[in-house]
Nanobody, 124 residues
């Protein structure tokens, strides 16, 4: 089973930016769907963004709370998925995780083992 290692988190002021990376231990070329999730203290883990590979290019989807601020992308040659986060808000504070997904639907389940995540803290 693929191992997922997230990195790039840190402490940033509101309005700032961070780019998260998720390195996968196997080739992601044939992995159709991947996603970024986050879990804030005392809250359930939630899906933030998905990227679906396709013949006409990748298709991305976002939670309403991050739409227009976050961008998910993938580099198959590096087996890495990225999450560019701009205009960060204190409510974006959470541990961020990536995972493979079982389908193209927003409601598909994650299929891999969870990594350790990367902490993002946004100060006001």
């Amino acid at each position: 089973q693929a191992q997922l290692v997230e990195s790039g988190g840190g402490l940033v002021q509101a309005g700032g930016s961070l780019r998260l990376s998720c390195t996968v231990s196997i080739s992601i070329f044939s992995i159709n769907a991947m996603g970024w999730y986050r879990q804030a203290p005392g809250k359930q883990r939630e899906l933030v963004a998905t990227i679906i590979s396709g013949g006409s290019g990748d298709r991305t989807n976002y939670a309403d709370s991050v739409k227009g601020r976050f961008t998910i992308s993938r580099d198959n040659a590096k087996n890495t998925v990225y999450l560019q986060m701009n205009s960060l808000k204190p409510e974006d504070t959470a541990v961020y995780y990536c995972n493979t997904r079982g389908g193209r639907s927003w409601y598909s389940f994650p299929t891999g083992s969870w990594g350790q995540g990367t902490q993002v803290t946004v100060s006001s």
